[in-house]
């Protein structure tokens, strides 16, 4: 019995080690990007709430309003759809999808990318951090 029960905790510590790997990637990058706010705000200080707020913010695109959450859903750890093409789109939350940080350049670009489409500018070091903070917030 034992023997079947550090099997189990082996198996389970092994399975759960891409998704450490992928929060602690989350979370270099969003201490990079915090070094960067701090050079303009010293005293900015990462928001899990602000995040959230950056998240769900509507804004007027196109005649329409929208936000990260149009395509992400209200919950970053449940699928989404892309409002434009209806293509699914994985769950943001690392909690959700372990490999979600896994590729920095790809976070990149799509920061760059989704900024650009939904709020019409590039995000701030401060949005990218709280953003990502908010992410890894998520359960």
Known sequence: MQKLATTLLIALGIASLPAVADVASGQKLADKYAAVAKTIDPNFKPSA????????????????????SS???DNPANP???IKDG??????APSANPKRFSDIDKVE?????????????DCTAQEKTDYITYLLSIK
Do not use: M, Q, W, Y
Request: net charge positive; aromatic share 6%; glycine share 8%.
């Open 109 to 121: 670009t799509n920061f760059e990318k989704h900024c650009l489409e939904v709020i019409g500018k």
């Open 80 to 82: 989404g759809k892309h």
């Open 71 to 73: 395509c992400h859903t």
């Open 87 to 92: 293509k699914p789109i994985k769950p943001l």
């Open 49 to 68: 709430d602000a995040g959230r707020a950056f998240f769900t913010r509507k804004i007027l695109v196109h005649g329409k309003e929208i936000s990260c």
